[in-house]
């Protein structure tokens, strides 16, 4: 066994041998996932133990929480922000299981139909024990949870849950229970959370004390009797534990039935229609259990194909909708042996997302409409790229046209209207220009060479079919290669992110470590641009954030540009300002 609990020779935080703190943490980790798929209990818990005290263990959770998360400048109760590094070594020393807990300064965050969901925010004590907690307890849970559960876990996402579907669909149309579980983060059941999550006494004490730990809003305290506070590092993973068990009852259950969950979202498919509204009076019995309902105007039983009792075939999930169509021989899919289905199963993104995204770029155009084109280009891209980058996996070249015609015709009136003295030729030609085997590119020239910084289209974006992450597999199992490789292929990835990871193996330049799913990932100049350095590919290299910010401090350069995985705006900041991460879930609005 490493030891983990040496505290490192170093002068100072940049300065710690990050890529062996690493390697002796995931290496634990990867014993306690290992004991749990043997179903060593007594060893899991030992190892779990050893983990909690690891003076590395410590180190990470404290530099997740205070440098690489996007929650660092924002404070708890207590008012504790943005750590130096000397306040990082401090916390680490602190970190240490409890029964007691403060309470989560309360915010709301407002959502794509109208409505606030409540945002509850730890202090950055308890946000470190959090993180510290969950590296102890997630590997054990990632080697029992079931195959079909995508939300919130490593390695899995968003694309992985619709391949799923897909390939429950792909031969034969079924009936959709289309399902919500309301306010799940609030309403779960502390006692039945705990009593399921069935960990050592310390362990529980502290995880009872986070959920009871209560609310403060308005300087008032609000007791939290139920749920989980959104916010928290554990949170998530403590969500997942609820619902853990829903996939294996309705298999066993009903026969041919098949559930598939992101979350608190979820579907079942089964090609018969009383089988679905059973599996429905089987989760609204089981929910019953954690203090959970579904939602009624969130729940709905459709078909794939067939409209049904007036109801409108397909359905939306995940910012996708899924629908199958009829259609000619010439047209329709097969079997594996060959044989026409006489339909043909199409993925694409919703209206409902379409329509957000380019209200978006509209209201971006009509707020940029005094600043020079490059700005706006700029304003532009990240948002074009990014929504196009999370649809690429399914049929989506259609609405690519279609976004890519609407944009033209804001940008065209966009330019009229700074120029209403000038002729509309005059005004193409300024602000289009033949770029390639484009005649149309909106673009501006920005030297005598005939370079331009130019638009980038929704067109533009390639179809990439994603591969589904393989049944039960997590990134604690220890296959390096298939997880190295695997990020690559991420449908979020910009070409340029994809191409370095795969000239990287996967790995950070500085660390040597491989990207995991909670990295934040940035592109960074070998040699700054401030110095000399080029925008080419043999002057990039993809970088942790913490490995970038050390790197960039001390390069020589006053600004680097960052260029995030979860978010791929192009920005640049001063070294001594704090570089922000923008999370997406697929509308970069899905």
């Not at 179903?39 to 590395?56: A, C, P």
């Not at 510290?132 to 079931?146: C, M, S």
């Not at 005004?427 to 289009?432: E, L």
Request: proline share 4%; charged share 25%.
């Amino acid at each position: 066994m490493p030891n983990t609990d040496s505290k490192p020779n170093t002068v100072g935080w940049s300065q710690i041998k990050w890529r062996k703190v690493m390697k002796a943490v995931f290496k634990l980790q990867k014993r306690i996932y290992q004991a749990s798929q043997n179903g060593d209990k007594r060893k899991v818990r030992k190892l779990q133990k050893t983990l909690l005290r690891s003076y590395y263990a410590k180190l990470l959770a404290v530099r997740k929480v205070s440098q690489d998360n996007q929650g660092k400048i924002t404070a708890g109760v207590d008012g504790v922000k943005s750590l130096s590094p000397k306040q990082r070594f401090e916390l680490v020393g602190q970190l240490k299981l409890k029964d007691k807990a403060k309470p989560v300064r309360r915010v709301w965050i407002p959502k794509a139909n109208g409505e606030k969901r409540p945002l509850g925010i730890p202090t950055m004590y308890d946000r470190a024990m959090q993180a510290l907690v969950k590296a102890a307890l997630e590997p054990e849970w990632e080697a029992r949870f079931e195959g079909n559960s995508y939300g919130f876990r490593p390695g899995r996402g968003c694309h992985d849950a619709i391949e799923a579907i897909f390939r429950q669909i792909r031969y034969k149309s079924k009936f959709v229970l289309d399902a919500d579980i309301q306010k799940c983060f609030d309403q779960i059941n502390q006692e039945a959370l705990i009593k399921k999550l069935n960990t050592f006494p310390s362990v529980n004490r502290q995880i009872k004390a986070w959920l009871k730990a209560g609310v403060l809003m308005n300087g008032e305290l609000f007791p939290t009797e139920t749920g989980t506070p959104q916010g928290g590092v554990i949170s998530p993973l403590l969500a997942n534990i609820a619902l853990h068990g829903m996939e294996m009852l309705i298999t066993s259950k009903i026969k041919g039935a098949s559930l598939i969950r992101y979350a608190d979202d979820l579907v079942v498919l089964h090609e018969n229609l009383e089988k679905v509204i059973k599996a429905k009076e089987i989760l609204e019995e089981w929910l019953k259990g954690m203090g959970l309902e579904l939602k009624p105007s969130k729940t709905r039983i459709v078909h794939t194909l067939l409209e049904h009792e007036n109801q409108k075939a397909g359905f939306d999930f995940l910012g996708f909708n899924i629908r199958q169509y009829p259609v000619g021989k010439y047209q329709s899919g097969r079997n594996t042996n060959g044989e026409i289905l006489g339909f043909k199963t199409l993925i694409k993104p919703s209206k409902e997302k379409v329509l957000i995204h380019y209200r978006k770029l509209a209201e971006q155009i009509d707020r940029d409409n005094a600043s020079p084109q490059a700005a706006l280009i700029k304003h532009l891209n990240p948002m074009v790229r990014g929504w196009s980058n999370y649809y690429r996996s399914v049929c989506s070249k259609e609405t690519y046209s279609k976004l890519s015609h609407l944009l033209f015709q804001k940008l065209q009136r966009w330019a009229y209207r700074r120029h209403p003295n000038k002729s509309k030729t005059w005004v193409s030609n300024k602000y289009w220009h033949h770029i390639g085997q484009n005649t149309w590119t909106f673009a501006q020239k920005i030297s005598k060479e005939d370079k331009y910084i130019k638009l980038y289209t929704h067109l533009e974006t390639a179809i990439i079919r994603h591969i589904k992450v393989k049944g039960t597999k997590s990134p604690y199992d220890g296959d390096s290669t298939y997880w190295g490789t695997r990020m690559g292929k991420h449908p979020d990835l910009t070409p340029r992110i994809a191409q370095l990871l795969k000239q990287q193996k996967g790995k950070c330049k500085i660390c040597g470590f491989y990207f995991d799913d909670e990295s934040v990932i940035e592109i960074d100049h070998i040699l700054p641009k401030s110095l000399g350095g080029k925008d080419t590919y043999d002057n990039l290299q993809l970088l942790h954030r913490h490995c970038h910010h050390t790197k960039t401090t001390s390069d020589g350069s006053r600004t680097g540009t960052h260029e995030s995985l979860k978010g791929e705006e192009p920005y640049e900041v001063k070294v001594s300002r704090t570089v922000l991460k923008t999370s997406r879930r697929g509308d970069t609005s899905a």
